[in-house]
């Protein structure tokens, strides 16, 4: 059973824009908060953080490396949620994952503990090209 779906990765050239979502299947959510992230990892890099959003609550977080470029946006009603990258550089090149947290509320620290996410797409390929 598939429960988190990303989509909308691609190639661009640097200074560009992509625009990823991900999908939350009906159900998975519980609780009053649900946290959604975006997590990225290249080939012999550690995972990093990319931002957190929640469900049910507003707050929104940013890792330093991608705030003022991207932004995430969500649809409760769809369970979906988005990230616009925007002025994209050769290093954002990676494999970005879709993750979500149940039942918990999102928390600045919590960028650096993927571990905690217990449901995870396959990932969506995003290259920057200079």
């Known amino acids: 059973q598939v429960h988190v779906t990303e989509s909308g990765g691609g190639s661009v050239q640097a200074g560009g824009s992509l625009r990823l979502s991900c999908a939350a299947s009906?159900?998975?959510?519980?609780?009053?908060?649900?946290?959604m992230g975006w997590f990225r990892q290249t080939p012999g890099k550690e995972r990093e953080g990319v931002v957190l959003?929640?469900?049910?609550?507003?707050?929104?977080y940013y890792a330093s490396s991608v705030r003022g470029r991207f932004t995430a946006s969500k649809d409760t009603a769809k369970n979906t949620a988005y990230l616009q990258m925007n002025n994209l550089k050769p290093e954002d090149t990676s494999m970005y994952y879709c993750?979500?947290?149940?039942?918990?509320?999102?928390?600045?620290?919590?960028?650096?503990?993927?571990?905690?996410?217990?449901?995870w797409g396959e990932g969506t390929q995003v290259t920057v090209f200079s």
């Open positions: 009906t159900g998975l959510f519980r609780g009053t908060y649900n946290c």
């Open positions: 959003i929640e469900f049910g609550g507003r707050s929104t």
């Open positions: 993750a979500v947290l149940v039942d918990k509320v999102c928390l600045q620290e919590r960028l650096r503990m993927a571990d905690l996410f217990t449901y």
